[in-house]
């Protein structure tokens, strides 16, 4: 079943369930269309209260919230996806960035959807477009896997898998992981293929290793670590 959805309004329409982006790190990275559906929708489902309860209040927005994480998420699709079909405005938002991008959002929306209910993108920032707009690799085709398992074993696998996979890889890495995923790459697809590892991406220490996997490497670990990390691995014939 379809149903129409209100794309271009910037006031929140009853029964609709709006997907909010968020900023990643530079609050001025919020839209004035994700601004104005968070100041007057219903409802604003997100992963930590207190996270999103202060940018609403640091943007001078005050609106009920619910929780809306990956360990009640099942449970809370259903409840959300029941308020929109009373006829409440719902958004979803992440901590960061775009719900569903590795972060809760699928379920709510697969369960509006079930129900025919409209379901309303509102864009904005994004770690890995972000990234892939700025790292020069290529963009023409991409393989986005969200975060890797912790176990090397299985991020080994992995790598091995897809050495000689046509299109960029993309990926989100944990500070605590990076430098030994970063030590992994080098040893399975060696010092020469060209990755980018960012950090903090829009943030004050924003930082962009772009080059052989080699020497992004020895960059990576003479800095800090501390931060959120997006990789980036190229093809395996592509040269800057």
């Known amino acids: 079943m379809t149903t129409p959805a209100a794309n271009a309004s910037l006031t929140p329409l009853p029964g609709h369930l709006y997907v909010v982006a968020t900023p990643i790190g530079n609050l001025a990275d919020l839209t004035e269309r994700a ?5 007057a929708v219903d409802l604003v489902a997100c992963e930590d209260t207190r996270t ?3 940018m609403l209040t640091r943007l001078g927005l005050h609106r009920e919230l619910t929780a809306y994480h990956d360990h009640n998420e099942a ?3 259903e409840r959300l996806a029941e ?3 009373l006829g409440k405005s719902v958004a979803v938002v992440s901590d ?3 719900p569903g991008l590795s972060d809760p959002g699928f379920r709510v929306v697969r369960a509006c959807r079930r129900r025919g209910l409209p379901v309303v993108p509102v864009p904005g920032a994004s ?3 972000a990234v892939l707009s700025a790292a020069g690799l290529p963009t ?3 393989l986005f896997v969200g975060f890797l398992p912790p176990k090397s074993a299985a991020r080994i696998t992995f790598l091995e898998k897809h050495r000689d996979f046509d299109y960029t890889l993309a990926l989100y890495e944990s500070c605590h992981r990076i430098e030994k995923f970063a030590a992994e790459i080098v040893t399975v697809l060696g010092p020469d293929r060209v990755i980018c590892i960012a950090k903090e991406v829009t943030k004050l220490h924003e930082t962009f290793f772009v080059g052989l996997a080699g020497d992004v490497q020895a960059k990576l670990t003479a ?3 501390k931060g959120e990390f997006v990789v980036l691995i190229a093809p395996r014939d592509f040269t800057p």
């Open 127 to 129: 770690a890995l477009t």
């Open 223 to 225: 800095g800090s670590l």
């Open 75 to 77: 449970e809370a699709a």
């Open 83 to 85: 308020q929109v079909s």
């Open 96 to 98: 960061a960035g775009t």
């Open 52 to 54: 999103t309860g202060a």
């Open 140 to 142: 023409n085709g991409f």
């Open 35 to 39: 601004r104005a559906i968070l100041g």
